[in-house]
C-alpha cells in the first residue's frame, strides 16, 4: 500500500482533490470518515467574504439550499468552519452538467422531456417554499450516476421579502433572462424561472439557444419580442409548450401548474416520491456567521513529500462514470468532451513544464505551484477573463491523470481550447491499446 500524499482532513472528512473552482471558492472531493459517503466540500476564506461583502449572500444561499431539500437538487449536509474558512458540505454529484450532453448535440425529444419534467419538479418545489433560483441554466444543472437532475447553484437565489410582491434585481444568464427581469420594473419570480425553464427546453432539444447575439442590445431586442424560430424537428406538442412558456408577457404566460397539464409534458411523466422531511435545523448556519469559536472544526494538514498528490481508488472509482473504467484512460471523440483528463507515462516534471511551454506558445499566461498549473487568457466569445487549471495525480507507479477543469469563462470555449490544447500535447498523452485500461486501474488500485 502505497503512502496517500497531502491528504488533508476537516472534522470527519476526508480530503481529496480539486474538482472545481472560481473566484471565490473552491470545490473539493471529501469523504465522510464515518459513513463512507461521497460530498463536494466548497471552501471559502472568511478573509475574502468580508472584503467582498458576502456575507449575507453566503448565509442566504445556503440557508435556501437547506430549506429546499429534494430529490432533484443539489442536498447541503452542513456547514462548518475553523477560524479562517468556511466550508460547505454537499452532496457529490458524480454525472457533470447537463451542459456537457448538449455540446455532443442536442438530446432525442424523450430525453430532454424527461430533463424537462425533473426540472420542472425541482423548480416547483423551489416554489411552493418561496424560493425562486434566478439563474437556471444548463451550466447549473448537474446529472447523478443515475442521469437524473441536480440543481445547483442558489447564489443568486431570492426569498421574497415580507410585503413585497415582485423583484427588481436584474441577474442571471442574460440568453435565459425573462423579457420582464430585463425591463428593470420589478417581476415575478416564479414566472421568471418559468421563461428560463422554456430556454432550456429549448437548448435540450435544439442544440442551440433560442435568443443568441453576440451584442446585448440585440440580443435584449429579441427576447423583449420573443423573437425566435422553431426548428423543423421540433414535435407540435413540443413547440406548443415551448410558446406557452416563451411569452413574452408574464401574466399570460404558462405557469407550472398548466405545464403540468400538459399533454406533451404528461407523456412518461412519473413524479419524483418526495416525503416532506422534519423541521430544517439553521443552528450550524447561525454558529458559523457568527463565528462562535467552541464550534470550529478541526483541520488536519497531510503529509506531502513534494511529488504529485496520489489518488486513491476510492477517488478514481467515483470519478470513473458508473465503474465504467475505461472513460479515465480513452480519449476518443465522445469522452474527451465529458472528461477533460488524459493520462501519461512521463514524468510528473516534464508534464508540467510540457503543459507550461504549450500554453505559453498560445499566449496564455502559465501560473505553476508544484503539479498544479492555471493558465489564463481572454474569453474570445463574451470577453472577460478565461482561466483553465490542470493538475497531475499519480495513480500507479509512473503513471500519472491530467485532470483539467474550467476556472472562468464559457463551458463552450473551455471544450474547444480543451481539445485544441490535448493536440499539441500528444508527445506525453499516453494511448494504451484496447484492454489496457482497466487492467493498469485495477493494478493502481492493488498497489
Request: net charge positive.
Amino acid at each position: 500500500m502505497r503512502k496517500k500524499k497531502g491528504l488533508r482532513r476537516i472534522g470527519k472528512y476526508e480530503v481529496g482533490r480539486t474538482i472545481g473552482e472560481g473566484t471565490f471558492a473552491k470545490v473539493k472531493f471529501a469523504r465522510n470518515t464515518e459513513t463512507g459517503e461521497s460530498v463536494a466540500l466548497k471552501v471559502m476564506a472568511k478573509s475574502t467574504i468580508l472584503k467582498h461583502r458576502m456575507a449575507d449572500q453566503i448565509k442566504r444561499e445556503i440557508s435556501i439550499m437547506k430549506i429546499v431539500r429534494h430529490p432533484y437538487i443539489v442536498r447541503l449536509h452542513e456547514v462548518l468552519s475553523s477560524q479562517t474558512k468556511i466550508y460547505i458540505i454537499l452532496e457529490f454529484v458524480a454525472g457533470g452538467e447537463l451542459y456537457d450532453r448538449i455540446v455532443q448535440g442536442r438530446l432525442p425529444e424523450k430525453e430532454a422531456r424527461r430533463y424537462f419534467q425533473q426540472l420542472i419538479d425541482a423548480v416547483s418545489h423551489c416554489h411552493e417554499k418561496g424560493v425562486y433560483h434566478r439563474d437556471l441554466k444548463p451550466e447549473n444543472l448537474l446529472l447523478d450516476c443515475y442521469g437524473n437532475l441536480k440543481v445547483s447553484d442558489f447564489g443568486l437565489s431570492a426569498l421574497p421579502q415580507q410585503g413585497v410582491e415582485l423583484l427588481h434585481t436584474t441577474c442571471g444568464t442574460p440568453n435565459y433572462l425573462a423579457p420582464e427581469v430585463l425591463s428593470h420594473q420589478g417581476y415575478d419570480g416564479a414566472a421568471a424561472d418559468i421563461w428560463s425553464c422554456g430556454v432550456i427546453l429549448f437548448v435540450l432539444m435544439a442544440g442551440y439557444l433560442p435568443f443568441d447575439e453576440t451584442d446585448l442590445p440585440t440580443l435584449f431586442k429579441k427576447i423583449n419580442d420573443a423573437k425566435f424560430s422553431v426548428p423543423f424537428w421540433f414535435s407540435p406538442g413540443a413547440t406548443t409548450l415551448i410558446h406557452k412558456i416563451l411569452d413574452p408577457n408574464p401574466k399570460s404566460r404558462i405557469q407550472i401548474e398548466g405545464i403540468r397539464k400538459d399533454p406533451w409534458f404528461r407523456k412518461n411523466y412519473m413524479p419524483v416520491n418526495h416525503k416532506e422531511e422534519e423541521e430544517v435545523n439553521l443552528d450550524d448556519i447561525h454558529a458559523v456567521f457568527n463565528d462562535i469559536e467552541d464550534k470550529f472544526v478541526a483541520e488536519q494538514s497531510g503529509n506531502h513529500d513534494g511529488g504529485p498528490l496520489i489518488m486513491n481508488a476510492f477517488e478514481m472509482i467515483t470519478l470513473s462514470q458508473g465503474l465504467n473504467l475505461s472513460v479515465l484512460f480513452d480519449r476518443r471523440e465522445d469522452h474527451v468532451k465529458r472528461q477533460t483528463r488524459f493520462v501519461s507515462r512521463k514524468p510528473a516534471r516534464v508534464i508540467i513544464s510540457t503543459i507550461g511551454n504549450v500554453a505559453e506558445s498560445m499566449g496564455l499566461k502559465v501560473h505553476t505551484n508544484g503539479y498544479k498549473t492555471r493558465l489564463e487568457g481572454l474569453s474570445v466569445i463574451k470577453g472577460g477573463q478565461f482561466a483553465v487549471v490542470l493538475e497531475v495525480f499519480e495513480v500507479a507507479p509512473s503513471l500519472f491523470m491530467i485532470d483539467a477543469r474550467k476556472a472562468a469563462g464559457e463551458t463552450l470555449e473551455y471544450h474547444k481550447f480543451y481539445e485544441n490544447f490535448c493536440a499539441k500535447l500528444e508527445s506525453i498523452i499516453w494511448k494504451p491499446t484496447e484492454g489496457m485500461a482497466s487492467s493498469n486501474l485495477l493494478r493502481a488500485m492493488s498497489c
